[in-house]
């Protein structure tokens, strides 16, 4: 099946400073996503990206669908405290009506040092 | 406008005893999935559904039934419940046309 390598799995940062993470995958997909999760709470939906080459903006958060489909990375400018959380990519693959699939990386911890 | 609403939020279970887990979606989204995650493993599914009255298995199924008799809401089994089945589970749900997922927030389930 499909697998996304999303690097790096862990961060520490100091406020202020820009983070960069990326997934990679094995195959092609048509959407890439990215999302973000709180301490104890679910995912939530922060960007999605539609074409390849697409660049897009949410604030302090760019991110890229790669030219090849195969990959993505999101950009986080000047941090603050409240950026810390569990960052997922997801890409998914979908024809027609059948846009159910979603296929998630594993996450990257982001801790933001005040 | 409420979501992806799960219950409970928190539940200790012994080992061998049973529980379901419900989740309501008030988006009149046709599609809706269960996810555990566990440290360092990400989001893995474990039953979806395309539909009404229909459900398909995901990545992890064992140890883990799913009935969706009514669009709005997508149940969880554990039949027998077993310490490996501890970990913070997620609904989500999406509708046909529409990218991404909405989540609810999250299960804690320990099981000892």
């Known amino acids: 099946g499909q697998q996304l390598n999303q690097s790096p799995q862990s961060m520490f940062i100091q406020e202020g400073e820009d983070v960069s993470m990326n997934c990679t995958s094995s195959s092609i997909f048509n959407t890439w996503l990215w999302y973000k999760q709180d301490p104890g709470e679910g995912p939530v939906l922060l960007i999605a990206l539609y074409k390849a080459g697409e660049l897009t903006s949410n604030g302090r958060l760019t991110a890229q669908f790669g030219i090849t489909r195969k990959d993505s990375f999101l950009n986080i400018s000047a941090s603050i405290p409240s950026d810390v959380g569990i960052y997922f990519c997801a890409g998914q693959l979908w024809s027609g009506g059948s846009n159910y699939k979603l296929t998630f990386g594993k996450g990257t911890l982001l801790t933001v040092n005040p | 406008n409420a979501g992806v609403t799960q219950t409970p939020k928190f539940r200790v279970l012994k080992t061998g005893q049973s529980m379901t887990l419900l989740c309501a979606q008030d988006?009149?989204?046709?599609?809706m999935y269960w996810y555990r995650q566990d440290p360092g493993m990400g989001l893995r599914l474990i039953h979806y559904s395309v539909g009404e009255g229909t459900t398909a298995k995901g990545e992890v199924p064992d140890g883990y039934n799913v009935s969706r008799l009514k669009k709005q809401n997508f149940l969880l089994g554990l039949e027998s419940a077993a310490p490996s089945q501890t970990s913070v589970y997620f609904c989500?749900?999406?509708?046909?046309?529409?990218?991404?997922?909405?989540f609810g927030s999250g299960t804690r389930l320990t099981v000892v």
């Open positions: 989500a749900s999406s509708s046909r046309g529409v990218h991404g997922y909405t």
């Open positions: 988006m009149n989204h046709e599609y």
